[in-house]
């Protein structure tokens, strides 16, 4: 049974993607799935996890409703099933009333074999309603470590999954992700009510990815020797938007091709980024952790964090971005003194004081203008900028203040959604040529929706304005004033682009003293935050002879005792055992001999590790063997 299932995998696989053989993984997780087995899989990124649910879905009949957090990653997924000749739609907060009818159409009809929605909602009755009318065969939860208020990005709304579960209680659930904790992994499964325990998972530990952690007073400088002195493409993390245009500037100053990426960005300047990037037009690309999701790159040479993460999940996450075609890449951490007690600030910003949380909760309704005991259920779109900048709250603090209420179940606050602009055509072909619209070039604004898009007769189609208005000389706002026109005339139906944080008030506005906040969701929480800064301090600044790898793995459960012999430490650890301090000296004093020289130029030329280079430099000067030069250079004395 299992070798013919088998044989129909692999022809759906080579039908539909062009692939003659699995990934490692991959057809166990399958295979399982096929099984009707409710199945976690902890695939490492970029090993694949989408066709461990896409391919048995095609495989059964009916429907596959895929659970996912990042509406972006969403979209992008549904493009690619269509590119491939498979019917895929999705649903989200920000779609329209009509589109969200014509996707309950589709699935309930049978023309779509997968469903993807975002995690709020499943609490959603209406959207209940019309799931008990479908036939699905199949529930995917992406991201499943979102649902263990243990993981390091849980989402309260990925609880109402098990109530799911119960419309279809003999269909698997399959849970996948990238990173998880052995209790993250056991409390996903405890979530989700597997029938039985069932883990596939793939080793975390990466041949080909050298870690490295690098101390320095100036991570810019030390980021541009690093990049300089490496080929093929990088990735550069930060924490701030700002600063990843002043990093971007930083190397393009020092002839490095870069550019800059976080969520603050239009639609189609990421996209222009993200194509100049893959392409190779851009070599480096500075980002918050915005960047990274589905984008399949997989040459990339160097992951750079000049900001050290919160989180070891989060850091293999977007260190794993390297390497992905198995050749020699390296994951780089940029670390200096002050970053402990910055980790230590963004701990205490991330759970602020309970007093300031009911305070922001009372603000928001006042800002949004919802009565005490109103506002059940209804979303509002929300300037969360103009929110902190109305009651002079800081930012940091209050994004997490409206995290924790969510986690609470008060509201739930998503950040930043954006959606393009898009068209659908009401009319039928005949009736398009008697229209007498007012606006200015409203006819050719039609004649160039007609000619520029495919399809729009049948669903709503994407359409950028500002391309139109270059490609047949319109005003965009003529575009934007005919399209509005048309709309009122039942011709078409516009939807113009929204970009817009909203609230959805999850129970009617309460009073701020009635507010509880569970030990679960605030104390405990905020206990297992620090272990896990406390984890990423031990790796950023823990004894130098420590194996990078082993930490990382240990850290996920695996337990080795074997040291990776690739990573900055076992390099270092190699080099000490063939050489003694007199040898580091004698390399020092030859140079120092000829020449006035820098630390750098020692470090760069002589192979020792840089401790002992830097600490045999201050013993030298000490003993009054070199003398250190108001000019920083050191000379032979």
């Given at each position: ?64 409703l ?41 699935c ?13 909602r499943?609490?959603?009755q ?16 992406d ?23 119960k419309?279809f ?33 793939k ?11 690098r101390?320095?007073?100036e ?5 541009v020797?690093?990049?300089?002195s ?5 990735i550069v ?42 392409s ?24 750079v ?7 070891l ?15 020699r890449?390296y ?23 309970k ?25 509002f ?11 002079k709250q ?27 602009s898009?068209?659908m055509?009401l ?12 606006t200015?070039?409203?006819d ?26 270059y ?34 008030y ?8 009635h ?17 896990r ?31 990776c ?17 007199s ?20 470090l ?27 000019d920083?250079?050191?000379l032979?004395?």
């Open positions: 049974m299992a070798h013919r299932q088998l044989e129909k995998a692999l022809q759906i696989l080579k039908k539909y993607w062009g692939f003659d053989s699995f990934r490692p993984l991959q057809d166990e997780i399958i295979l399982s799935v096929l099984d009707r087995r409710d199945t976690l899989g902890l695939m490492p990124t970029g090993g694949g996890k989408s066709i461990t649910f896409q391919l048995p879905a095609m495989a059964l009949d009916g429907l596959a895929v659970v996912t957090p990042i509406i972006s990653l969403m979209k992008d997924q549904v493009d690619n099933l269509l590119a491939r000749g498979i019917r895929a739609t999705y649903l989200h907060a920000g779609l329209t009333r009509r589109e969200t009818t014509l996707c309950y159409e589709r309930i009809n049978g023309k779509a074999k997968f469903l993807y929605v975002s995690p709020e499943l609490n959603n209406n959207f209940i309603a019309e799931l008990r009318r479908m036939d699905v065969n199949l529930l995917v939860v991201e499943a470590h979102c649902i263990s208020q243990w993981g390091y990005d849980f989402r309260p709304s990925f609880l109402s999954i098990a109530r799911v579960r419309l209680p003999e269909v698997p659930v399959l849970a996948l992700t990238a990173t998880a904790t052995p209790r993250v992994v056991t409390d996903i499964m405890d979530k989700l009510e597997f029938a039985r325990r069932n883990v596939f998972s080793s975390f530990a990466r041949d080909n990815l050298t870690y490295v952690v101390h320095t007073h991570k810019n400088d030390e980021l020797h690093i990049v300089a490496m080929r093929g493409s990088a993390y930060v924490r701030s938007r700002n600063r990843t245009k002043l990093i971007a500037d930083e190397l393009r100053r020092n002839g490095i091709t870069a550019d800059f990426y976080h969520a603050g960005l239009s639609i189609e300047e990421k996209e222009d980024k993200q194509n100049k990037w893959k190779g037009e851009l070599r480096v690309m500075v980002a918050t952790n915005a960047f990274g999701m589905g984008i399949d790159k997989p040459d990339v040479r160097l992951v964090h000049v900001d050290v993460p919160n989180s999940e989060e850091y293999y996450q977007e260190a794993g971005r390297a390497g992905r075609d198995g050749k890449a994951a780089v951490m940029l670390v200096k003194p002050t970053d402990r007690a910055t980790l230590h600030r963004h701990l205490a910003e991330a759970f602020p004081e007093d300031f949380i009911r305070r922001t909760y009372e603000r928001v309704g006042n800002f949004l203008e919802v009565a005490v005991g109103e506002g059940y259920g209804k979303m779109d929300f300037n969360f900028n103009l929110f902190c900048y109305t009651f800081p930012i940091l603090p209050t994004h997490n203040a409206l995290r924790i209420l969510t986690q609470a179940g008060y509201i739930q606050f998503v950040e930043e959604v954006e959606t393009q898009r068209v055509i009319a039928n072909k005949e009736q398009l040529y008697n229209l007498n619209p007012t200015k070039d409203a050719k604004v039609l004649q160039a929706l007609l000619r520029s898009y495919t399809g729009l007769f049948a669903d709503y189609v994407f359409i950028n304005e500002e391309t139109m208005a490609r047949f000389g319109l005003d965009p706002q003529n575009i934007y004033e005919a399209l509005l026109e048309y709309t009122r005339m039942h011709i078409l139906h516009y939807v113009p682009r929204k970009r817009t944080p909203y609230v959805i999850t129970t009617s506005r309460e009073e701020p003293r507010l509880l906040f569970p030990k679960a969701i605030y104390e405990e929480l905020r206990e297992h935050m620090r272990a800064v406390d984890a990423v301090v031990g790796y950023a600044f823990g004894d130098e002879n420590q194996c990078r790898e082993r930490y990382l793995l240990n850290y996920f459960g695996e337990r080795v005792e074997e040291r012999n690739h990573c900055d430490n076992c390099i270092e650890a190699r080099k000490r055992a063939s050489y003694d301090a040898d580091v000296q004698d390399g020092i004093l030859y140079m120092a001999g000829q020449r006035p020289r820098r630390l750098e130029e020692f760069a030329t002589l192979r020792f590790t840089r401790d002992d280079i830097i600490s045999a430099v201050a013993f030298l000067v000490d003993e009054g063997f070199l003398t250190h030069q108001p920083d250079t050191y032979k004395s």
